[in-house]
C-alpha cells in the first residue's frame, strides 16, 4: 500500500428524489474541505454487485481492467471534459478494493479544487446503505426525508409521474432508508429534513 494513501471519509447524501439533496449537496460543496461532485453516479451499487468478475484483485491486470472500467466511465469522463480520469502513477500501490479506486478518482477531482475529501450524491444510493458502509468503512451518510406531498409534486411537476405512485414509492424509500440508516449508527448516519 502506499504510504500517502489514507482511508476514504467521503460523504454520501441520499433521500428520495425530489426531497431537496442537490440543495444540500450545493451547500455542503462550499465547504473549504469538502469537494462535491457536481453529476449523480448511480453506478457505485452495480460495480459492487459485479466486482467478482473481475477476479482476484491481487492480480495486477485485474486491478488495471477495474481501474480503466472506473476511470472510463461516463459520469467521470464528462466531468473530466470529455477524457478520461488518469490512471494514477502508484495505482498498484493502492488497497486493492473498488473503494480505493473510487476515492482516487473521485479524489482526483478535490485535488482540482484543493480539497481534501469528497461527496457524492445519488438519491437512489438511499437503498444501499450496507454494502456503501461496508466498502467505505469511514463514510458518512446524510439521508434527506422531504414531505412525501411535496416530493411528488415535485415529481409531478418535472416528470408528470401520477403522485399516487410517487407517494407509495416515497414510503418504501423513506422506510427503507432509515431502518438501513440507523443500524448504521449516529456517528456514520445523519436524518435531516428538507423542510428545517
Keep these: 500500500m502506499s504510504a500517502a494513501y489514507t482511508v476514504p471519509v467521503p460523504v454520501f447524501v441520499v433521500g428520495m428524489n425530489g426531497s431537496g439533496t442537490t440543495m444540500l449537496l450545493d451547500c455542503l460543496g462550499r465547504h473549504p474541505d469538502l469537494y462535491a461532485f457536481p453529476r449523480e453516479t448511480r453506478l457505485i451499487p452495480y460495480l459492487m454487485a459485479r466486482l467478482e468478475s473481475y477476479g482476484s484483485l491481487d492480480v495486477d491486470d485485474n486491478f488495471q481492467r477495474l481501474w480503466d472500467d472506473v476511470r472510463h466511465l461516463a459520469v467521470f469522463r464528462q466531468t473530466n471534459m470529455d477524457t478520461p480520469v488518469p490512471l494514477p502513477d502508484g495505482w498498484r500501490g493502492h488497497p486493492r478494493t473498488l473503494a480505493a479506486i ?26 444501499h446503505l450496507p454494502e456503501l458502509a461496508q466498502n467505505f468503512p469511514a463514510a458518512r451518510f446524510i439521508h434527506v426525508i422531504r414531505d412525501g406531498r411535496d416530493c411528488a409534486a415535485s415529481f409531478h411537476r418535472r416528470w408528470k409521474r401520477q403522485p399516487e405512485l410517487t407517494i407509495f414509492r416515497w414510503k418504501k424509500v423513506v422506510t427503507l432508508g432509515r431502518e438501513q440508516g440507523q443500524r448504521l449508527g449516529d456517528a456514520r448516519y445523519l436524518e435531516i429534513r428538507y423542510e428545517d
Excluded at 484543493?114 to 438511499?126: A, S
Design 102 to 127: 473510487l476515492d482516487a478518482v473521485f479524489g482526483h477531482f478535490a485535488a482540482r479544487e484543493g480539497k481534501r475529501r469528497w461527496c457524492e450524491k445519488t438519491p437512489q444510493h438511499v437503498q
